[in-house]
Every structure is written in C-alpha cells, then in structure tokens.
C-alpha cells in the first residue's frame, strides 16, 4: 500500500511560482530517491528533476534548470518540487515517483517502482 500523493497544482499566470509537493507513505522514504516527471496532453512523459535519498544529488533537465528546484524533507516524508518563473511550456500534469535503487537519481520513468497520480498545473500566458 505504498502511496504518494501531489498535491500544490493549479492555474497560474505566466512568470507565477507554484510549490508542489509530494508525500509518500508505506515506504521507508530515505530508502528511495525521488523524481518529478511530467506529460502534457500528445506528448511523452518528460523526465524534470531527480533528487537521491539524502539530498545531496541532484539532477534537473536543461528546460527548468534555473527556474525549478527540488527539496526533500525525509522527516516528513516529503518532497518538494518549486517552480518559478512559470512559462506556458511548463503547462502538463506532474508526478513524482519512487526509485528504490537509491544514489541513481535516474532520468527514466520505467526505472521508478512507484508513481502519485498528477496534479494539474496550467500556466496561462
């Protein structure tokens, strides 16, 4: 009964911040390293940021770096996923997801064990 839940989507105008936030439950969650993706409508699942069990190893992909961060907080079962700067680009649903292979901070969605279900974020221009 692992779970992870987003939560912190929603419209927004361009050059708006959202904080999103995941929580994860029924796993040891510093057993896992932590990734946000996101799909807009006809697209393929893109790859956003990575963030390894203890923070300390980041990845991001070249179309946020700069304007998004990820954060974890492993007492409180949390990860975070800050975007500013908002562009209409960045308009999809987001997921975060779990991979127990912890240090691979991998950029593949078929690598990750587990999956939240989206939260809408809009950016309108």
């Known amino acids: 009964q692992v779970q992870l839940e987003e939560s912190g989507g929603g419209l927004v105008q361009a050059g708006d911040s959202l904080r999103l936030s995941c929580a994860a439950s029924g796993l040891t969650f510093n057993n896992y390293d932590m990734g946000w993706f996101r799909q807009a409508p006809g697209k393929e699942r893109e790859f956003v940021g990575a963030i390894n069990w203890s923070g300390g190893r980041i990845k991001y992909a070249d179309s946020v770096r700069g304007r998004f961060t990820i954060s974890r907080d492993n007492a409180k079962n949390t990860v975070y996923l800050q975007m500013n700067s908002l562009k209409p680009e960045d308009t999809a649903v987001y997921y975060c997801?779990?991979?127990?292979?912890?240090?691979?901070?991998?950029?593949?969605?078929?690598?990750?064990?587990?999956w939240g279900q989206g939260t809408q974020v809009t950016v309108s221009s």
């Open positions: 997801a779990a991979d127990a292979a912890r240090w691979r901070t991998t950029t593949t969605a078929n690598d990750y064990d587990y």
